[in-house]
């Protein structure tokens, strides 16, 4: 640290790389006016250029280790992405003495307690406003703002590239193949779009918040997890039929035997605002005992957004470290320390109501059997809808609400379901979220 | 300050008052855990105790001046509401030392600059998120996580009380006094309910809102303010069939010319988040460069939501004030010598679509001269429901949504309409806030 300022380095010039110097380069003055020290960039490492911003004014390094050991450096920004070079970046960044601000939330759900406690022992910030949900200040929101509650949940749609094939496959009908490939085409999925279709990245998203919100250490395989993939043209169809729409939901639930972490496509009832939060939009609700419900919504992703707040926790930074050498809001909201871990609930042992399609051969006695199967195992049908399927008139779609009941009971219902003649293919099963308690 | 912590006086125990108390004695250590130093409630100033709060472990005095100068006090909540007692009070703490956090938008609107200014100087922190949109995190939002963003406009819904009469109005068919006398049985509006029924109150918030957002001063004039007592129940049902709800909105943007602030009832196209919050809940929407559209939604009101706002303040200031003299972050985002005046826009000026609705004689030419009449003044209509008034065959109910006009426009063509010997009574008039540009 320079006598008035702190000094930033940047390793990663990618989409939330070129997004926080072209925020510098365009708002530098009114950082510093904000700040009330001269925060400045200093330092970029990456292994090109991007012609999206303009590195005129700064030093420029092929080597991003280069920029975690100048001097010159306080604090090193880590967007290169990746777990492993990510994780030695960090850690040396740490031992230089820097402060640590990162967008990687796969660095985090799996390295968050060893970066997070050695950041501690070396008095040095380690911030990750834009690891979760993009622009939407929901980390600040869950440590400092509701610091004084005890929260219960923390119920979102934190995966925009999800929320965006969702959303198209809904309005306009069409397969999840084809939407994917549109989406990859505007540049909203990755060239390897797995870890936003098979709920990966959402689940790192969920450890980080379920963390923030309860006290416990990051548990990168905490959340039981499920993907889009499974979601069909005619259950976005049959769902809004029946009142609902299909989100992907993170869900972490405080309950009384454990926490409930699951990351899955959900119906959500169609009042409820959660479902209209469409196309690439995140939004993030946050039930909590003094301040009741919240919702922040806004884009999850994107250059300038996600650099908004890195560039927020720079602010922080620039703002708290002038006068002092250590950041004085604890890394994971509370010492790591006292980061308790609690039992994790089954998805097994959860209740919710369940949402179930199958097609079957129109002929008598088919539907007794299914209710009859379902009725033997303690599960009760709320709604029920039944139709041929388009352009076969010897077999019927049939889809039915249930009352809330445990998937482990849901489970082996289907199994007995699916070994029926009658039936074509296997059962879809959906989970609900009425936000009701359990 | 003691060695290891801070001591907090609390100044008021009505609704928000006693929240707090009931934080601390519920989550007292909790709040110690989080903030990492011993934050610690030990004197409370009140004409009188509240049944709703267990006052036994804590100093208590009847004179709220006790607890300003009280040395053992390094914190002082003030909750006592109103503008001259509680501004002596807000003073004379920050004379004695003291930190100061508040609730009072009322305060702030009026003698905001002057204590921010006296805070700023004596190095003292006076925080205030309580003071707009209860439990809603807003102030944090515009002066930490967005400070590297170009804040453009701030809509919203920032009185609970109004939001939940024009709900009740829309849903029930109900008229405005029904439904304020329910609203004051209920408990959700004051004895005097004339600051949230004539916009005050919003007026108030969104003064505080602009000046973070725009780097301007606290101006209570600046607003320009219309209360929700002239919206009708047919001016719901009328929104309604045309697409609409009808939401008591603050508005503050950035135009060329200048800031226009406004605090009015409007029509809000039913396709957007806004128009789907209702009852007492409030949503402030953030349009800013970097990170687009942010939407905030939640409790505006009551006693623990409001007390959570408080208590997040006080966490920040236990976290940051541990190990320094002096607030990190700025009273008003900026340091207050860099507050600039803006021009403000008239009312006049600003052009937006408009909503007409009135009541006419059923003779042939009068809709003619109507229209004709809007023409020359240049104004289009882009919809019009007409029909007789129930039980009123005589008449015809005649409703309008015209192009974007200034409003010195439309209270031109309205004064002339309103010559109109057909015409029974005046015009309605109400603004269309469809979030386009102007």
Known sequence: MTADGL??????????GSGVVNIFNSHGGLIRQRCGVDLRLTHIGARRDNPDCDLASYRVSRDIFEVVRDPDVDIVVELIGGT????????????????????NK?????????????AEQRGRALRFEAAVAGGIPVIKTLRESLAANVVSGVVGIINGTGNFILTEMASAGRSFEDVLAEAQALGYAEADPTFDVDGTDAAHKLVILSSLAFGVPLD?????TEGIDRVAPEDLEFARELGYRIKHLGIARR???????????ALVPEHRQLS???????????????VGELMLTGPGAGSLPTASAVCGDLVDLGRTLAGITGDPVPILGIPTADLTAQPLLSPDAVTCPWYLRLVASDRPGVMAEITRL???????????IQRPPQGDASHVSVVMLT??????????????????????????????????EA
């Open 220 to 224: 990168k395989d905490g959340p039981f």
């Open 7 to 16: 000094r930033i380095g940047i390793c990663g010039l990618g989409t939330v």
């Open 106 to 118: 796969a660095l985090l759900a799996e390295h968050g307690n060893e970066l997070a406690a050695m």
């Open 403 to 436: 009352d809330r009941v445990s998937g482990g009971q849901i489970g082996s219902a289907v199994a007995e379901i699916e070994m029926l003649s009658a039936l074509k293919g296997g059962v879809t099963t959906l989970r609900v979220e009425n936000f009701e």
């Open 276 to 290: 209209q939060v469409d196309g690439v939009l995140n939004a993030v609700m946050i039930e909590a005992d003094a």
């Open 255 to 265: 309950q009384q035997a454990g926490l409930d972490l699951r990351v899955h496509p």
């Open 84 to 103: 492993t070079v990510a994780r030695q970046l960090v850690m040396e960044a740490l031992e230089q003495g820097k402060h640590v601000v990162t967008a």
């Open 374 to 384: 379902l009725g033997d195992s303690g599960i009760s049908i709320e709604s029920l």
